[in-house]
């Protein structure tokens, strides 16, 4: 199976993400290198494709603090595939510069564009595949709890991402950044 590629900003984990307690079983909660804030998700293009994708990004961002919001499920609301803490402040300068920015990138990987509009979160878990009704209702309960409202993260790169070749071991992290580049000051 080809792996999926996207862009995005790296999140730094502050004492906020120590205080995540396990979730329930049947949902993973990410490590701290795998939070991130998604630009644009190419999916199962070539490595080429997507290192072109990055090259093309022209983000117009300058390194910005965010606060977080509510965690909440993301994706389809029947079974949702993410468990996302949505950015608060901060939240219209993120989704600008991505709105501006992911089109170039979509076109040089002729990757699917995404039709949505941005949505600035940062996914802390996602239930397994295997994940059965009970436990996403637990995983809800556990995302209710968990209280993120005005943690502050600092969002100062991006990153082109793939899958960790140790994805499946739940002890690895899910995702492996290829290539990198702070913001600047615009």
């Known amino acids: ?9 790296p999140i730094a984990p502050g004492r ?29 293009v070539s490595e080429e494709a997507a290192r072109a994708a990055f090259d093309a990004l022209e983000i117009k961002l300058e390194p910005l603090d965010v606060t977080l919001g509510a965690v909440v499920p993301m994706g389809n609301p029947k079974r949702y595939s993410a468990l996302s803490a949505l950015v608060d402040e901060g939240r219209d300068a993120l989704e600008w ?23 600035a979160h940062i996914t802390v878990a996602r239930p397994n595949r295997s ?10 309960e556990w995302a209710s709890k968990l209280a ?18 140790e994805r499946d071991d739940p002890s690895s992290p899910l995702f492996q950044v290829v290539a990198s580049a702070e913001l600047r000051s615009l």
């Open 16 to 44: 906020w993400f120590d205080r995540v307690s396990a979730p329930p079983s049947g949902i993973r909660r990410f490590r701290p290198e795998d939070l991130h804030a998604t630009v644009a998700f190419l999916g199962a």
């Open 131 to 140: 994940a059965n009704d009970r436990a996403r209702r637990a995983g809800l």
């Open 97 to 119: 510069a991505m709105s501006e920015c992911r089109g170039r990138a979509f076109s040089a990987a002729d990757a699917e564009p995404d039709a949505r509009a941005p949505k």
């Open 148 to 165: 993120l409202s005005g943690e502050r993260v600092k969002i100062d790169r991006v990153a082109l991402y793939t899958w960790s070749e």
């Open 1 to 9: 199976m080809q792996p999926n590629w996207f862009i995005a900003t």
